[in-house]
């Protein structure tokens, strides 16, 4: 088996072929086109038996993953910091395109667990979507707490109230209030105002379809308690597809809800893992909370692991740990059941 490790960048693609044992083969560079990706595959023809291993590095190798699949090679991704230990540990020093190429090969031959690529599907178009509606309500965050300050400067202790400035008929009062009101602090208020409103409109709108479009996707998972569609789609999203994940504990690693383990001699001990997906850790924790606050199953687990000596955090974090479990297996189920919705189809075709 020849592995080919891909060291991509945002014109050319680097490429070498290493053997079971690590040893270079060959090499070749290419631009970043798809008729460089062509020349990629046609190059690799000579090897019967192949691997492709690309960096993680979604924007720069999306487009050549996506080419290699359609021309039906296998490909895995390689974590950018087990390349980087590949590259450390060998023995040639420095920095070039076929040395980090080499090492994502030996990163890939070293782990053999290493996440198997797929052509995207609506997972994709749901973590655009939520990403996108993210990154709307930073902007009218910024919007607002600027509005604010510009308010407090024309009449100070007359803001509305907090979290209030979302709110169309709070925007409206403000935009009829400062068209009375002279002035460049006013007049820039009020643009803020209207570009406060059309982001809000957008955001709803986005939100509606982000629901709209998990729904399907999705319906063991909007049933468990704590989890909306929004913390639904995040999961989705970022996830990425659950079937490339073997067990609940591989799961866990990825949000970073599985301990890590830090004992050398001594008594075995687990401290908190802060690697891993932090907006899964992050999904995964706003349900948590949200179930301790509703009562239930979640606050009577929190408040066993609290009788048993944990702190409040230290049960959370355990709590945040069988929900990962959980979400694990309902997204399961729900991949189970769409496979089986979409197998008399392609029979049908």
């Not at 023809?45 to 190798?61: K, M, P, Q, V, Y």
């Not at 920095?95 to 031959?109: E, N, Q, T, Y």
């Not at 100070?156 to 979302?166: I, K, M, V």
């Not at 629901?211 to 319906?219: D, E, G, K, M």
């Amino acid at each position: 088996m020849v592995v080919i490790g891909v060291d991509s960048h945002k014109h050319t693609h680097t490429v070498v072929a290493a053997d079971e044992n690590g040893r270079q083969l060959a090499d070749k560079t290419v631009a970043a086109t798809s008729a460089g990706h062509l020349e990629l595959v046609r190059w690799a023809g000579r090897f019967t038996e192949r691997r492709w291993a690309l960096e993680d590095c979604r924007h720069l190798s999306r487009r050549l993953s996506t080419d290699l699949l359609r021309a039906g090679e296998a490909v895995v991704r390689v974590p950018p910091k087990l390349m980087a230990g590949a590259r450390r540990s060998s023995r040639e020093p420095g920095k070039s395109d076929p040395i980090d190429a080499l090492a994502v090969a030996r990163a890939a031959l070293r782990e053999p667990d290493l996440p198997v690529a797929a052509l995207d599907g609506p997972e994709r178009e749901i973590r655009l979507l939520i990403d996108h509606r993210e990154d709307l309500v930073a902007e009218r965050t910024r919007a607002q707490n600027r509005l604010r300050w510009h308010l407090h400067e024309l009449d100070p202790g007359s803001e509305p109230a907090a979290r209030s400035l979302d709110r169309a008929v709070v925007l409206a009062a403000l935009d009829a209030r400062l068209a009375e009101v002279p002035g460049i602090v006013a007049r820039i208020a009020r643009e803020l105002v209207g570009r406060i409103r059309a982001l809000t409109v957008t955001i709803d709108a986005l939100e509606r379809e982000i629901t709209r479009l998990v729904a399907p996707l999705a319906p063991s998972l909007l049933a468990l308690a704590g989890c909306g569609p929004l913390t639904a789609a995040k999961l989705v999203g970022e996830t990425a597809g659950i079937g490339r994940f073997r067990s609940a504990a591989a799961f866990a690693r990825l949000n970073g809800t599985a301990p890590v383990p830090v004992w050398s001699g001594n008594a075995e001990r687990h401290r908190l893992s802060r690697t891993g997906n932090r907006q899964l850790n992050v999904a995964l924790h706003r349900i948590a909370i949200t179930q301790v606050r509703l009562g239930g199953l979640g606050l009577a687990y929190v408040e066993h692991r609290r009788a048993a000596g944990d702190t409040k955090t230290e049960a959370i974090r355990a709590l945040r740990r069988r929900i990962s479990d959980e979400v694990f297996r309902r997204m399961r189920h729900d991949d189970r059941v769409r496979a089986t919705a979409r197998a008399p189809l392609a029979a049908a075709a």
